[in-house]
């Protein structure tokens, strides 16, 4: 789970938006609101993924954020201050050294490639990235809506309809399909899958 400063995590209470941010941000307005009385229960989501998540929120606020789970590549004082083992590639560059299986006639035509076969494998894979970027980024938005739709309101009147709608990308009739929906669910689902961009439904 990447918790970068622009990965963005959301807590509804029943239809209503509790909170939105960072983790820490909402992990604590969620503590605080538990402590309320709001009758409704809370679910925090991961933005990227749509999904709900479980946190720890007992103890102090500073309990629960040293609860949190910590972004990949992080590290304690004490894992940073270990010696790097040494090996091959060049990992303060973020270069690693893996295994690739390949026919002969494949490494033949990327050892003649300027500078060699790993520049050439580099090369090919940030072309792919490039070409079919927006198709994964389009992928993954309207797989996170969908897996929120489902958690939050997969019983409610056209569901399967709207789900249909959403993976076809037929914007128009995925907002009509949800629009009787409460509007933070709904303004949320379309944010998830088209971004502040999309066509927001009326209220």
Do not use: C
């Amino acid at each position: 789970m990447n918790q970068t400063a622009s990965h963005s995590f959301t807590a509804f209470a029943a239809d209503r938006l509790l909170a939105s941010g960072p983790l820490a941000e909402v992990a604590l307005a969620v503590k605080i609101a538990s402590g309320s009385d709001i009758p409704e229960p809370i679910i925090i989501f991961d933005d990227a993924t749509g999904r709900p998540i479980d946190l720890d929120l007992r103890g102090t606020h500073r309990d629960v954020i040293a609860r949190l789970p910590q972004p990949p590549g992080s590290a304690t004082t004490e894992e940073s201050a270990a010696p790097e083992p040494r090996g091959r590639g060049r990992p303060k560059l973020g270069v690693v050294a893996r295994e690739v299986t390949l026919l002969p006639r494949h490494w033949e035509w990327l050892n003649a490639r300027p500078g060699g076969a790993s520049v050439a494998l580099r090369k090919l894979v940030e072309d792919a990235r490039r070409a079919s970027g927006d198709k994964d980024r389009a992928r993954a938005a309207r797989d996170a809506a969908y897996h929120f739709m489902s958690a939050i309101s997969g019983d409610r009147p056209g569901f399967e309809e709207a789900s249909r709608a959403l993976f076809a990308d037929d914007r128009r009739r995925f907002v009509g399909l949800i629009a009787t929906w409460p509007e933070d669910i709904r303004n949320h689902i379309v944010k998830l899958a088209f971004s502040d961009h999309a066509e927001q439904p009326s209220g």
